[in-house]
């Protein structure tokens, strides 16, 4: 808690973030102006094109047409700045400098005169929104129900004026971010092991009392000197550690009774590098205790290899890969990191929940399997694990849905422009009227229904899945019977059976590709059964309308 608010300097916040952070903080009086005025060199207003965006811009928003020019200059003297200066009293505590700035709070280092000791004191930036006061409010009332040797102690919480607090205990030492940073610090892999089996059993502990983080990374792990206050004479040399890691900062915690709908909101301004990717999607799936579980093998995972898992260029290409790529097993990227403990990272930050661990005490538990040199519960996935995985993910049900539209459609199409080529070019058909009644009924009670149906699984009617599976076999196996026997439509059009083969083969092969997309899809649906799955919300039959 003595610098939570380091995260302000976190140098894998996405860079446009960083560089807000850096002008803010900056004597560089550039900054002034490229921060609140507009660069008017840059616009001119006779520009076409520049009028054309202002007119854009006035419709869409036609109470703002009334000014008579297109933007405004902010007043800084309007802007409510933070100013605590040293020696400020909030409550009886006496600020002395600032330790950190965050995205919901500052912290200070601060005396407390009535029990003599140095304490850290969180206050919220009133430069930003209203809603950080509920924040520290937040904080503090999670806090007072979690007590752990790595979590950072809060003393109390109070109000002074319209100013909300936290008063923690004050860290000597630094974060784990900047303790990374430094060239001189390289965690063995077995050190690295043990931070971790520390602060997940701090996070078991907070989990067990209903408390999620949804914020873990290393500028919100404190490093506290060692002074001997934790006997470690129990733990192997190659495992003992300098400091106390205790886990900071619980701005984005919840409570798991909440609504998640409430805080849901502020979780994308927590840093994404640390972040799992169902934190990061549509909402569509409850965020939940794995989301630590991951966060936790982020870390571990840059503890291993001094870097984090996935990086990305720019913010929109690192949510990407988040959702996306896989990372390099950190064994790979140096071969020195014992293949257990590359397992046991690798199944932290896997893409799927329940192919993580199922709670942050089984990873504690692997961890200790693993310093103690038994052999742990982590296993490299199995080809069959593989293909189980990939067959549920929600994607092979859209893609059974999407499969099934287009190739119903393109074979009505394909119907319809074989009799309007015919008709085109003079050619004489066999039955005209028999023609166009096959047309309509092969197309009216078999292809568009297939694509109804198909359409409705792709967009994401739950319900929709039987039926359009049981069509799809049965137009295979109609086609199939077809093939090699009268059919009810156009045998007319068919001089021999072998051209009719040839026809009927390339229309069963598209069909069958189709029925298997719908077996392969079968673990997507009935893992979309679960409460917590991204298509439970297509039981509704209209969800898919939205």
């Not at 900054?31 to 076409?48: G, I, K, L, M, Q």
């Not at 072998?498 to 893992?527: G, M, T």
Request: hydrophobic content about 40%.
């Amino acid at each position: 808690m003595a610098n939570p608010a380091a995260d302000g300097d976190d140098p894998v916040r996405p860079a446009s973030d960083r560089q807000f952070d850096e002008s803010a903080n900056s004597e560089d009086p550039r900054r002034d102006s490229s921060f609140t005025e507009p660069a008017s060199d840059e616009f001119d207003e006779n520009d076409e094109q520049f009028r054309a965006v202002v007119q854009r811009l006035q419709r869409r928003w036609p109470q703002d047409a009334k000014t008579d020019h297109k933007f405004e200059t902010i007043d800084r003297s309007e802007l409510k700045v933070a100013s605590y200066a040293s020696g400020t009293k909030v409550g009886r505590f006496i600020l002395e400098h600032r330790v950190g700035q965050g995205g919901f709070g500052i912290v200070f280092k601060a005396i407390d005169p009535q029990l003599e000791r140095d304490v850290a004191i969180k206050l919220p930036r009133v430069d930003c929104d209203s809603g950080q006061t509920d924040r520290i409010h937040r904080e503090a009332r999670i806090l007072a129900t979690l007590e752990h040797p790595n979590i950072v102690r809060v003393y109390e919480a109070g109000i002074d004026g319209d100013t909300s607090f936290i008063v923690s205990q004050f860290c000597d030492g630094p974060d784990l971010r900047l303790w990374l940073l430094s060239n001189d610090n390289h965690p063995s892999p077995e050190q690295s092991a043990e931070l971790i089996a520390e602060l997940a059993d701090a996070i078991e502990y907070a989990h067990r009392n209903g408390v999620l983080h949804r914020d873990i990374k290393p500028g919100n792990v404190l490093l506290f000197p060692n002074n001997g206050s934790t006997p470690a004479t129990s733990k192997p040399a190659r495992c003992r550690l300098p400091f106390i890691p205790k886990i900071t900062d619980f701005g984005l915690a919840s409570m798991q009774s909440d609504d998640w709908s409430r805080t849901r909101t502020s979780v994308v301004i927590g840093t994404p590098m640390y972040m799992a990717p169902e934190c990061m999607g549509a909402g569509t799936q409850r965020p939940g205790a794995g989301c630590d579980i991951y966060s936790l093998g982020a870390i571990l995972y840059e503890l291993l290899t001094k870097r984090p898992p996935l990086e990305g260029e720019f913010f929109g290409q690192l949510l990407h890969r988040i959702g996306n790529d896989v990372p390099v097993p950190p064994h790979v990227v140096f071969p020195d990191v014992p293949i257990d403990l590359s397992l046991i990272c690798s199944k932290c930050l896997s893409k799927e929940v329940d192919d993580r661990y199922r709670s942050a005490e089984e990873l504690h538990d692997d961890l200790r399997r693993f310093l103690d040199g038994q052999p742990i519960h982590a296993r490299l996935p199995s080809w069959r694990d593989r293909f189980v995985r990939w067959a549920s993910r929600p994607q092979r049900l859209q893609f059974a849905g999407h499969y099934t539209i287009w190739m119903h459609l393109a074979v009505v199409a394909w119907l319809v422009v074989q009799f309007a080529t015919a008709i085109a070019l003079g050619l004489k058909l066999p039955d005209m009227a028999a023609h166009i009644r096959d047309i309509a009924m092969v197309s009216c009670l078999l292809h568009l229904p297939n694509a109804w149906f198909g359409w409705r699984v792709f967009r994401g009617s739950r319900w929709a899945f039987t039926p359009s599976m049981f069509t799809s076999v049965a137009s295979l196996a109609i086609l199939c019977y077809s093939a090699c026997n009268s059919s009810v439509a156009f045998d007319y059009n068919y001089p021999t059976s072998l051209s009719k083969v040839a026809i009927f083969s390339i229309l069963i092969i598209v069909s069958l590709i189709d029925s298997l997309n719908y077996v392969v899809a079968l673990p997507a649906h009935f893992r979309s059964a679960k409460p917590d799955s991204p298509f439970r919300q297509a039981d509704d039959p209209d969800a898919g309308l939205t």
